[in-house]
């Protein structure tokens, strides 16, 4: 099925780890986001690229780094995870509107 | 970068039509008039996208005045399964598309 797909779906840290969250998506789209949204909230932009090879901050990038691997593959990576970075995240791909993907739910004990 | 204001709670039942006015007064003249939807736990829906007047899909239709200073989205005949969150955007998409998410308008359809 064509669309964005993320991984982990869930994912529990201890303060301090990293991780990389996944993302990948088969519409050949050349714009890739990565969100947050906090429970209640509306959704805000951590990173995006608008094409391969470039990336740009969004509102909160703050303790999160992104690389955009090749058109199809965009990751974020937390380097020491916070409380605050207690979310859920998703990821999407863009052509005329957005496509977004299932989320990760991340809790950080 | 357009700021969008919705209400934030709207209630309906099944059956009814259900319009949902979002105000974007600093909008842009390149800009585009899109519409999400959300369920619980899932990532948000393109539903419609307009410019100016009215379009229509199978799902919606959207209706903008001809200042673009709002934009109703109009869903016909909702049903239990229409109970989401609801974002209105504006932007212009120009290979990079710096879009702000309210916190969307949340429909509740009674039964």
């Known amino acids: 099925n064509a669309g964005v797909t993320q991984t982990p779906k869930f994912q529990v840290l201890k303060t301090g780890q990293s991780m990389t969250l996944q993302c990948a998506q088969d519409?050949?789209?050349?714009?890739m986001y990565w969100y947050r949204q906090d429970p209640g909230m509306g959704l805000r932009l951590i990173y995006y690229?608008?094409?391969?090879?470039?990336?740009d901050k969004g509102e909160v990038p703050n303790g999160y780094n992104v690389s955009r691997l090749n058109k199809r593959e965009f990751s974020l990576r937390l380097e020491s995870a916070a409380p605050s970075q207690t979310s859920v995240y998703f990821c999407a791909s863009m052509e005329l509107g957005y496509t977004f993907g299932s989320g990760t739910r991340l809790t950080v004990v | 970068l357009a700021k969008t204001t919705q209400p934030i709670s709207m209630d309906s039942y099944e059956g009814q039509e259900v319009n949902i006015t979002c105000s974007h007064n600093n909008i842009a003249t390149n800009d585009y008039i899109t519409w999400y939807q959300q369920f619980p736990s899932q990532g948000p829906r393109f539903i419609i996208q307009?410019?100016?007047t009215k379009v229509t899909n199978e799902v919606a239709s959207l209706f903008i005045p001809a200042d673009r200073k709002s934009s109703t989205l109009s869903l016909p005949r909702v049903s239990l399964s229409d109970t989401a969150v609801y974002y209105c955007?504006?932007?212009?998409?120009?290979?990079?598309?710096?879009?702000?998410f309210g916190a969307g308008t949340r429909l509740f359809v009674k039964a």
């Open positions: 519409m050949n789209h050349n714009s």
């Open positions: 690229s608008a094409s391969e090879g470039t990336t």
């Open positions: 307009g410019y100016k």
């Open positions: 955007l504006v932007g212009f998409y120009t290979g990079g598309f710096k879009t702000i």
